[in-house]
């Protein structure tokens, strides 16, 4: 069972739209979320992580929110740019087990110009 | 700080054949993974190690043995490579707050 859920699959932008990438989670009780940038032939890049009592995190053009009662995350990109392009993977952490974390499939987005 | 290290970054090996994918990190975490990645599929674990000297089976170990050199070092071995694992391996080391991954090894098994 995937405890971790991605949605959409992949998007198409225009190079300067916004968009908003959506996390559903059921780890219960979750220590934190991250998300991660992972360009095509590398390892994932930490773009933001999250405590359960957060709501928001901002890491320049990329805001991520966090609603732990809906256990919902979104990822919110502003004015897209080209090096935008890249999968994009939500991350939550068991609460008592440190080393175990559960990983969404991603969001392949790709930025047009 | 080079964070996470591995090699090779790209492997291709005969069925049966044997490697190891090598991992170091240098940022003093206790905690090292082996992922690996299919497309569609998301990361899943293969094995990790908590601390040196420990290691524990993760989400699909089976066809691969792993192990905890020391602190810096955690490899992964493949004793008898098949098709199945053709995939992209990624190496990461963790404290409570989150990974480092390494830049990955695409491993081809034909």
């Known amino acids: 069972k995937n405890q971790v859920e991605q949605s959409p699959q992949s998007l198409i932008i225009l190079e300067g739209k916004n968009c908003t990438l959506q996390?559903?989670?059921?780890?219960?009780?979750?220590?934190?979320l991250r998300w991660y940038k992972q360009d095509t032939g590398r390892g994932p890049v930490s773009l933001t992580i999250?405590?359960?009592?957060?709501n928001t995190k901002s890491n320049g053009r990329y805001t991520a929110t966090l609603d732990a009662d809906t256990k919902q995350s979104s990822l919110h990109i502003t004015a897209s740019q080209l090096s935008d392009s890249a999968s994009y993977i939500c991350?939550?952490?068991?609460?008592?087990?440190?080393?175990?974390?559960?990983f969404g499939s991603g969001t392949k987005l790709n930025v047009k110009p | 700080n080079a964070g996470v290290t591995q090699t090779p970054k790209f492997q291709v090996l005969k069925t049966g054949q044997s490697m190891t994918l090598q991992c170091a990190q240098d940022?003093?975490?206790?905690?090292m993974y082996w992922y690996r990645q299919d497309p569609g599929m998301g990361l899943r674990l293969i094995y990790y190690?908590?601390?040196?000297?420990?290691?524990d089976k993760g989400e699909v170990p089976n066809g691969y043995n792993v192990s905890r050199l020391n602190k810096r070092e955690f490899s992964l071995r493949l004793e008898s490579a098949a098709p199945s694992q053709t995939s992209v391996y990624f190496c990461?080391?963790?404290?409570?707050?989150?990974?480092?991954f390494g830049s990955g090894t695409r491993l081809t098994v034909v």
């Open positions: 990461a080391s963790s404290e409570s707050r989150g990974y480092t």
């Open positions: 991350v939550v952490s068991d609460l008592y087990n440190f080393n175990k974390f559960y």
């Open positions: 190690s908590a601390s040196e000297g420990t290691t």
């Open positions: 940022m003093n975490h206790n905690s």
């Open positions: 996390c559903n989670y059921t780890v219960s009780p979750f220590s934190n």
């Open positions: 999250m405590t359960f009592s957060e």
